[in-house]
């Protein structure tokens, strides 16, 4: 009887025990089950990306930069270029209440980050931290007739075709015209609104181009005008004004992000305006293909440092031949790019010589006087260049180039694109290196994987 009493008890023993743990499992899968309910509920999102990439400059440029690049600058090089973290919660126009409420913040870390930090100067200057808040803001849809979004904070701009995130555009490399004369991301707020599902408007008030604190007191506008009346066409027109030269007293004595001018030095004229006006004309001929035209135009008072007085003038045209060979929602899905790009700096402001030089740009092109190789925002600095002759650019000349670039893009998976890239580079002057001789050409081969989550 003991025996069984015993065996009774250690059997009643057993069940409560796996009784017991049964519970705790069950409370910690329903636990985990509430939180993923709550966390979908609220509207929070997680997303990202990495991005790696190799660049061969057939020119062999002794500095190893390729010239006026933009993230794309080291030549004959692996590139760890970007970890992406995406937080969001996206503003719901058809809910109520907090359904209305969203925010966004989009963290960079890698290289790329290096030269979109310094650019929009939440470090003015040189800057070789591997670590950018591209975007950070939130939002909110006014229920007022379609809905007026309001968005306030960093984001980004609303100028130009191409963005910072190369796997959201055409190419693995930017054209120049997205590089060296077009903002990245604005500070301010900024309102949206549909007026119809084939018309949309946006206007902002903002610091300035990549101004994340103001480097004057001026405030500039930025505007957007989307049009699709029909989906085989689309057109939106975009542009800026406003002052954007440094008052010369910004970020406590530092470099100016924009106005390529220091502390106390001539030129600096915060009263001057720079407006810019473009458009996005997009064609749709057939399902697998798209056509996409941007011509762009540039102007800003007391900016050109060819004749160290006047205008400064930009300009270009960029067409993009998009081709989809099959289904890109599937695996190994295959498409074919080509760009053409025309682009002119009439005034020598945006380019070699010009503002970005000064905030960690690589534009310092080769053999043009400045005497220094920044690239990365100046992870390679103070490096005299040697004599290099026939370069006209020295002077502080005007520049016009061109650039034609074939992509074929592979995704085995539709988390996974990879890209090879054949680019040619040509200018009017001798603005790119071969070897350590001036040259008015480059040609570069590039590979790139990107991963999506």
């Not at 803001?137 to 309001?150: C, D, M, S, T």
């Not at 031949?321 to 053409?340: E, M, Y």
């Amino acid at each position: 009887m003991k025996s069984a009493s015993k065996r009774i008890g250690l059997g009643i023993g057993m069940c409560a025990l796996a009784s017991l743990l049964g519970g705790n499992a069950a409370f910690a899968q329903d636990a985990a089950s509430d939180a993923e309910s709550l966390w979908k509920k609220a509207g929070f999102q997680i997303s990202g990306t990495v991005l790696a990439s190799y660049t061969q400059n057939f020119n062999n440029p002794y500095n190893n930069i390729n010239q006026l690049r933009i993230f794309d600058t080291a030549a004959n090089s692996f590139m760890a270029n970007m970890t992406q973290l995406v937080f969001e919660r996206p503003a719901n126009a058809s809910g109520s209440g907090m359904d209305r409420v969203g925010f966004r913040a989009r963290l960079n870390f890698g290289t790329d980050a290096r030269f979109s930090r310094a650019r929009t100067n939440f470090q003015p200057g040189n800057d070789n931290t591997e670590l950018d808040m591209q975007e950070m803001y939130g939002e909110y849809i006014a229920p007022i007739g379609n809905g007026l979004k309001i968005q306030a904070g960093k984001i980004n701009t609303l100028i130009g075709y191409e963005v910072i995130n190369a796997w959201e555009n055409p190419n693995f490399s930017r054209t120049m015209m997205f590089g060296l004369s077009q903002a990245f991301t604005t500070t301010g707020i900024r309102f949206t609104y549909p007026f119809a599902k084939w018309a949309t408007a946006t206007i902002g008030l903002i610091n300035g181009w990549d101004n994340v604190e103001d480097n004057n007191r001026g405030k500039s506008f930025e505007y957007l005008v989307a049009l699709t009346p029909h989906e085989k066409f689309g057109i939106s027109f975009f542009g800026s004004y406003g002052a954007e030269q440094s008052n010369g007293n910004a970020f406590a004595g530092t470099v100016a992000q924009v106005g390529g001018c220091t502390n106390g030095a001539t030129g600096c004229d915060p009263t001057a305006k720079r407006v810019v006006t473009g458009a996005i004309i997009t064609i749709k001929p057939i399902d697998s293909t798209t056509l996409v035209l941007e011509p762009y135009y540039g102007n800003e008072s007391n900016a050109s440092t060819t004749s160290g007085t006047g205008n400064g003038r930009w300009n270009g045209m960029v067409a993009y031949l998009i081709h989809d060979l099959n289904d890109q929602t599937k695996p190994n899905a295959f498409s074919l790019r080509v760009r053409g790009e025309i682009w002119e700096d009439a005034g020598g402001s945006r380019a070699c010589a010009g503002a970005f030089n000064t905030v960690g740009n690589t534009n310092t092109c080769a053999g043009n006087g400045v005497g220094q190789n920044v690239v990365f925002g100046g992870a390679i600095q103070g490096n005299t260049l040697p004599t290099i002759t026939n370069n006209p650019f020295a002077a502080g000349n005007g520049l016009t180039a061109w650039e034609t670039t074939f992509t074929l893009q592979w995704k085995p998976a539709p988390a996974l694109q990879t890209r090879v890239e054949y680019r040619y580079d040509h200018a009017d002057h001798n603005v790119y290196l071969k070897g350590t001789q001036a040259a008015n050409f480059q040609n570069t081969l590039g590979f790139s994987v990107a991963y999506m989550w």
